[in-house]
């Protein structure tokens, strides 16, 4: 048995042992505080048992052990249901970045908090008019020439979790007379601060862990600036590639293709199931196929991790694939059972639901990097294709036309 | 589990790209596109000299002894060089029903001819549109060969074959010698010549029941799900070349003051069919890594899959983005247009494949 086997099997033995009182079940009919209570209580239940942090070094409060071991305890994770949406981004991208740039004491501190559930930090990039371009962000970031404090006033838009949030990293503009890639600062701030209002922005299906968030003459000291003046852009991209690879679900959180087999077998018409209809088949068939690629893509990320090589395109391969795999499916499904198919529930969630699941994909679409901005992606990086025509390129930002 | 090539499996691949690639014509290939019965001969007698005919045999055999990702990485170069010989798969085909399911004089008799290339063999499943007939009407009674097996791929050449015909007492797998007086082979204008394809009629041949294929049906249907998987990467290396080839005329052709690849229009696509080849290659790495498990044969569909929507896919969008001189005799294009969909038909179509993964999600399930 090799090492990771072994630390494969342990960690499932603990995760298992965590299902009843945490698992998808257990957190059927709760309010939104009680089941944020319950996610608290699992990190709290995860770092003492020595799985929280699993990559990071050991004086951050992490296990100091390689991203194969955190990739191979998480993919294990998934499959539960656990309460841990409300953490992922914050220990995802904006506690990791604050730990390369803050001095040491104050920031173990906070990313020990934030591994046992105690706090939760946000990412405050997109606006409304920066989201595939965020490097058009607005908001501005005025530093007061006798105490070096900046001061903070805009708009941050889709800020997940910003209303549970304790602190935030933020980029903003500092420059306006420069080439707008250029005149970009990245701090941290208290969400708590006087100036900070958080309003909940409710999405097409009724759920809102995203918000707005207005900043009014926030005064910020320049201790809190990450990376130097003008290099906020820098480090919001590495904020962004932290983690360069994570574990994947090749249905995307979405039913799975075996759910979808029961459902067209239990399904009548005519008399006669549904899954005997070469229609049904071909779409499940060909959905499936297309999940198995997936999962067989991500196996041999895993490997090539495993053997010191990093991964490439394989986040954007899945990104771009299954949502929309998920999202074809689920349209599919609502469709085959008829004038049932519009019905509703509230309490459903995407991953046991194809309602759920169709109206909430098209998020999994945009957030996150868009599909036709993973395609640029793919084609320039990969393919050596040219980029697209920016006719804003190297213009200063208070030039480009609006 | 799918795995990471080793050195070895790199090396093999670098040496069939290499040689293949030095080896194409696209003049050569149209001669046999055009001529029924012809195919291309000296590079069959490279694939023996290679030792690539010998991939999957075991030593006892003159074979390699190496599995199906090594002669999967090999197909793989041999569809990026659409090459003008259908031998080497159908002869794995065939080797594998003999390797598997034959009695011992025939396995000493052919396996060693068809590791060293100096044999090709065919198998004849199918019959109209059906992939596997429960009932087929080509009859074995008595070791005596009746009826027709319709479009055998590399039939107007083969040396042997493998058919699934009616016995005494159902379906059967038998081998036939195909240099007997009472066969006949038709072969047929097709959309690529090079396959060979024939129809095989036998009037009261000689033929032996494989005697390990003790349920034919599912015997014929474990051939089809190796031969599947190498298809699979032959499909793959297809599409790739076809990527590539749309990427590099995306890059120098200009219009509007730019290479055309700085559209989005084209970009996009050239992307889209990027991701199709991944999605291909990856399925059929893990098909070939999963042989002799229970799983097999689902993963093995699911490679014919992807690996279909691939190579048809990309290959009609490599046309589309060359424009007119796309559609040309002249800029060999068309051969992968023609390949593509001949191997989609030849090793069973997508609706073949779709009934046998769902037919298998729904065995896990009970």
């Known amino acids: ?402 | 589990m799918s795995v990471l090539f080793d050195e070895a499996q790199l090396q093999i691949a670098d040496e069939a790209q290499r040689l293949l690639t030095a080896h194409y014509s696209g003049e050569r290939l149209k001669t046999y596109l055009l001529g029924r019965g012809t195919f291309d001969r000296e590079l069959w007698a490279l694939f023996g000299a290679q030792g690539w005919t010998a991939i999957c045999y075991p030593e006892a055999f003159g074979g390699l002894d190496l599995g199906l990702l090594e002669l999967g990485l090999v197909a793989e170069a041999c569809g990026a060089a659409v090459t003008g010989v259908a031998a080497l798969t159908s002869s794995f085909a065939l080797g594998q029903a003999l390797l598997r399911f034959g009695a011992d004089e025939q396995q000493n008799h052919w396996l060693p001819q068809l590791a060293a290339g100096s044999a090709i063999g065919a198998i004849a499943f199918g019959e109209g549109q059906d992939m596997l007939p429960d009932a087929p009407a080509l009859r074995l009674e008595g070791g005596r060969l009746s009826g027709m097996k319709p479009a055998v791929t590399a039939g107007g050449i083969a040396d042997a074959a493998i058919v699934l015909a009616q016995g005494e007492n159902g379906p059967v797998l038998a081998l036939v010698d195909l240099a007997q007086p009472g066969i006949t082979r038709s072969l047929l204008d097709t959309f690529d010549n090079s396959r060979c394809t024939a129809d095989l009629t036998f009037v009261d041949v000689e033929a032996r029941e494989l005697p390990g294929a003790t349920d034919a049906p599912a015997g014929a249907r474990e051939i089809l799900r190796l031969l599947a998987v190498i298809v699979s990467f032959e499909q793959v290396g297809g599409a790739q070349k076809m990527l590539t080839a749309a990427r590099d005329y995306a890059l120098t052709r200009r219009a509007f003051g730019q290479p055309i690849g700085a559209f989005q229009s084209v970009k996009h696509r050239i992307a889209e069919d990027y991701v199709l080849v991944e999605l291909a290659r990856a399925n059929a790495i893990h098909a070939a890594s999963c042989a002799g498990q229970p799983d097999f044969g689902l993963y093995a569909a699911a490679a014919r899959i992807s690996a279909t929507e691939a190579y048809d896919g990309v290959s009609r969008d490599a046309v589309q983005v060359h424009g007119g001189i796309g559609v040309t005799w002249e800029a060999d294009l068309h051969l992968h247009q023609r390949r593509a969909r001949t191997l989609s038909v030849e090793a069973g179509p997508l609706i073949f494949w779709e009934d046998e993964v769902i037919s298998q999600l729904q065995g896990a399930a009970q």
């Open chain 1, 1 to 402: 048995m090799t090492d990771l086997t072994a630390y494969r099997n342990a960690a499932r033995a603990w995760i298992e042992s965590r299902i009843a009182e945490f698992g998808r079940d257990a957190r059927r009919g709760l309010s939104p505080a009680e089941d944020l209570a319950l996610g608290r209580r699992y990190l709290r239940a995860k770092y003492e048992a020595g799985y929280s942090g699993i990559s990071w070094p050991k004086e951050n409060g992490g296990q100091g052990l390689s991203p194969t071991e955190k990739l191979t305890f998480d993919r294990e994770e998934i499959l539960h249901g656990f309460p841990t949406e409300y953490f992922s981004i914050s220990l995802g991208m904006p506690v990791p970045i604050m730990l390369r740039y803050l001095p040491d004491g104050w920031k173990q501190e906070r990313a020990i908090a934030a591994l046992r559930g105690d706090e939760i930090w946000c990412q405050l990039f997109s606006e409304p008019a920066a989201g595939s371009d965020l490097a058009a962000l607005r908001t501005r970031a005025i530093q007061d020439p006798d105490t070096g404090d900046w001061v903070l006033n805009g708009q941050k838009l889709w800020t997940s979790w910003a209303h549970l949030a304790d602190y935030g990293v933020i980029v903003a503009r500092s420059d306006p007379g420069v080439a707008k890639h250029r005149g970009l600062t990245y701090f941290w701030v208290d969400m708590k601060a006087p100036g900070v209002t958080i309003r909940p922005v409710t999405l097409a299906a009724g759920d809102a862990h995203v918000n707005e968030v207005y900043f009014d003459d926030v005064r910020i000291p320049d201790a809190q600036r990450l990376g130097p003046v003008g290099g906020g852009f820098g480090v919001a991209m590495e904020t962004l590639i932290i983690e360069r690879y994570s574990a994947t679900d090749p249905a995307a959180n979405g039913p799975s293709i075996a759910r979808a087999i029961a459902d067209a077998t239990r399904m009548k018409r005519s008399g006669r199931a549904l899954i005997e209809d070469g229609r049904v088949r071909e779409r499940i068939a060909r959905n499936f196929a297309t999940q198995a690629a997936l999962a067989a893509i991500h196996r041999r990320a895993l490997l090539s991790l495993e053997a010191g090589t990093q991964p490439g395109s394989e986040g954007a391969i899945h990104k771009l694939v299954s949502v929309r795999n998920r999202q074809r499916l689920s349209e599919f499904m609502i469709d085959i059972q008829g004038v049932s198919g519009v019905q509703w529930n509230e309490q459903a969630t995407r991953k046991d639901d194809w309602a759920t699941s169709w109206l909430t994909a098209p998020t999994g679409r945009i957030a996150g990097g868009a599909d036709e901005m993973l395609l640029n992606t793919i084609a320039e990086r990969i393919l050596g294709l040219p980029q697209d025509h920016r006719p804003d390129k190297g213009v200063p930002f208070n030039e480009i036309p609006g």
